[in-house]
């Protein structure tokens, strides 16, 4: 049971040595993560967000370090490993709002995670708007882009011989019968 659970105190911005000694801690085999000589806290490591080494696992923790040289190397990894599109939305737009922020001084804000994915998703909309339409709609099937479109819609501007041209003559024929029926 022990071994199931366990607790960390977990720091955004770098913890002073001066208080790192005071609670007895001492960096261990890992960058950015402290063990406890105190028999009140060995079991409870600290870690240190700036601090933690740039590998892929360490990423999702660093998007929170104070050191926005720290953030972004988290996003470069997650990015560059393709990990950033399997977020949920609410939580990529998020971490989008947090990437904004510029350095330690701007992470003392008291934001709310909803202010910050607020930031993230105006700033995500207003970067669509400066992209070509075919960057914003690449990746997005045709039949998913002309949902929810009526057909008098999306044949707007359409000339009927550019229509026709996409049928054989023999079913242009047999539709015309078929409306004189009509």
Do not use: C
């Not at 709609?137 to 057909?151: E, P, T």
């Amino acid at each position: 049971m022990d071994k199931d659970v366990q607790t960390f105190i977990v720091s955004a911005k770098k913890p002073r040595i001066k208080t790192r000694e005071i609670w007895g801690y001492e960096q261990v085999l890992h960058e950015g993560v402290y063990k406890s000589n105190n028999e009140l806290l060995k079991r409870i490591p600290l870690i240190s967000l700036n601090e933690l080494s740039d590998q892929r696992h360490n990423a999702y923790f660093k998007l929170f370090a104070s050191h926005k040289v720290e953030r972004e190397k988290a996003f470069k990894t997650l990015e560059r490993e393709g990990l950033l599109p399997l977020l949920p939305e609410p939580l990529e737009m998020l971490l989008s709002g947090l990437r904004l922020l510029k350095g330690e001084k701007d992470m003392n804000l008291e934001l709310t995670p909803t202010q910050v994915q607020e930031m993230g998703n105006k700033w995500g909309k207003r970067y669509l708007e400066t992209l070509p339409l075919e960057k914003r709609l690449a990746g997005i099937k045709v039949a998913d882009r002309l949902a929810g479109i009526k057909m008098a819609d999306r044949l707007a501007g359409v000339k009927p011989e550019e229509v026709f041209s996409l049928f054989k003559p023999a079913d242009i024929e047999a539709y015309l019968k078929l409306m004189k029926k009509l």
